[in-house]
């Protein structure tokens, strides 16, 4: 009887330690569960604080701002901006009125305050823009002209408010730099691609030439960026209109936490893409509304080997309940994304425009290289596109001939819950390389109407359609091979 007491006890022992165990295995499996696509997306949104600031105000009319759009504010900007870094930072407020002047530059714990009535006019002078500053053009980073704003190597910084940043760029400045005679250039004239120009900073890129030897500003004829938060951390944008740019519009670059909330861009000259974050990560773009000459939102990671140096991706960049219009495309990756982008989403966004030419839009090619891996987009509601709802292209070209060595890599993207009533010529139009397929495209209850061919593939895997309808018939995934 005792024997089998002490039997039954031994059996009871490993019988509660299998339990033990198991319950062990079910907890530490749950613990690495990983989190869906929607909640790694608040993780990031949550991650990203507004910049706080000291409650004192300098108000610009006490350090001479002259708001009469004639007379040059530069100098007062600059002393009012001074003051109130050198204090410990708070809001700089520019009362109703038009303000002119050269280029500005923001420092530590500034809050720009844009009062309702109140425009900045920025000059057409390219002189206003010196001394030159470390930026980039097209992703290859240089000396060029500062950025109508400028903020460099700065933290807790804001530019807010209801007024508006006007660059005055137009076919009779800035835009007919780049040689289309729509922008106002005759031939003749001097112009980017002229060979000592952006060629030449593209060969600089490719061959490490030190930053300080790509020397460029007067005489190269390229155009500064609008708003450059460069190598910042703790940035935001809120509640201003941006209108004619003279190039690239807001464009963080290499900087971490930013927020650009409620902003309006209004800018229809030559790559005038409304928001570029560039190696930069942990971005939140909402409540925005984008017309624009370019794309509305183009995310980079670097131009070709100069990308691949500084070898910094783009990643977690969400885009919440924006309205994009005209642009060659509404949230597109690239084309300069030699370091790659990662865990992109967009949500709850509305697009409509006969000049809107795609929806989603990922370009790249094997110059570029890099790797494209999580686009996640879905409550999308898109009224007209011209070419395609989804663009996937590693063959995109532009300039000069852009083949290369650099075989780049698409992968898991994923449209869901999205509507279209005229989607254009392509539901999905995808061309990947044989050797570097496009993988893991999923759309999930996606409606597109008036379309004239559902697919046009070339190498893509994986291809998954879950309860989508295209000019009203189910689609059905196709077959993968063996």
């Known amino acids: 009887m005792k024997r089998e007491t002490k039997i039954f006890s031994a059996f009871s022992i490993v019988i509660i330690f299998c339990l033990v165990v198991m319950a062990s295995c079910k907890e530490k499996k749950e613990v690495q569960e990983p989190l869906s696509v929607w909640e790694n997306m608040n993780k990031v949104i949550n991650s990203i604080s507004k910049p706080k600031f000291l409650d004192k105000t300098y108000n610009f009319l006490d350090f001479g701002g002259v708001p009469d759009g004639v007379t040059f504010n530069t100098a007062a900007f600059k002393q009012v901006i001074k003051t109130c870094t050198d204090n410990g930072g708070g809001k700089i407020v520019i009362p109703a009125g038009k303000y002119l002047t050269g280029a500005i530059h923001l420092e530590n714990n500034v809050n720009l305050h844009l009062e309702e009535g109140a425009e900045i006019l920025f000059s057409t002078n390219p002189k206003d823009y010196y001394p030159l500053v470390a930026t980039s053009y097209e992703g290859v ?100 209109k941006i209108i004619n740019a003279p190039f690239w ?85 690239g084309s300069e994304m030699s370091a790659g982008v990662k865990n992109v989403y967009v949500e709850n966004c509305k697009m409509n425009s006969p000049n809107l030419d795609r929806a989603i839009r990922l370009k790249t090619n094997s110059r570029r290289g890099g790797v494209i891996d999580g686009v996640y987009v879905r409550d999308l509601e898109v009224g007209q596109v011209k070419e395609a709802v989804l663009k996937l292209n590693m063959h995109y070209a532009t300039y000069v001939n852009q083949t290369g060595e650099f075989i780049p890599e698409i992968k898991n993207i994923l449209l869901e819950n999205i509507k279209v009533k005229n989607g254009g010529y392509y539901a999905i139009l995808a061309k990947g390389y044989e050797q570097s397929k496009i993988n893991n495209v999923t759309l999930k209850n996606v409606v597109i109407e008036k379309v004239d061919n559902a697919f046009s593939i070339e190498h893509l895997s994986n291809l998954k359609l879950i309860d989508t309808y295209i000019n009203g018939s189910l689609m059905q995934s196709p077959k993968q091979p063996n």
């Open 141 to 240: 980073e240089l000396m060029n002209y500062s950025p109508l704003i400028y903020v460099k190597n700065k933290k807790n910084v804001a530019i807010t408010g209801k007024g508006v940043l006007n660059g005055q760029a137009s076919n009779n400045n800035w835009w007919k730099w780049c040689g289309k005679d729509t922008y106002g250039y005759k031939k003749g004239d001097p112009m980017q691609r002229d060979s000592l120009n952006l060629p030449r900073l593209m060969d600089m890129g490719q061959n490490n030439v030190p930053l300080n030897d790509r020397i460029f500003g007067d005489g190269h004829y390229l155009r500064p960026n609008f708003i450059e938060f460069y190598e910042c951390e703790s940035v935001m944008l809120e509640g201003v």
């Open 249 to 333: 519009i807001i464009h963080p670059f290499k900087s971490k936490n930013i927020i650009v909330d409620g902003v309006t861009v209004e800018s229809h000259g030559p790559n005038n893409d409304g928001c570029d974050p560039e190696y930069s990560k942990n971005v939140l773009i909402k409540n925005c509304i984008f017309n624009t000459g370019d794309d509305c939102i183009a995310i980079k990671a670097g131009r070709d080997a100069e990308g691949r140096r500084v070898g910094i991706k783009s990643e977690n960049i969400v885009v919440q309940n924006c309205n994009m219009i005209d642009g060659h495309g509404g949230v597109v990756i």
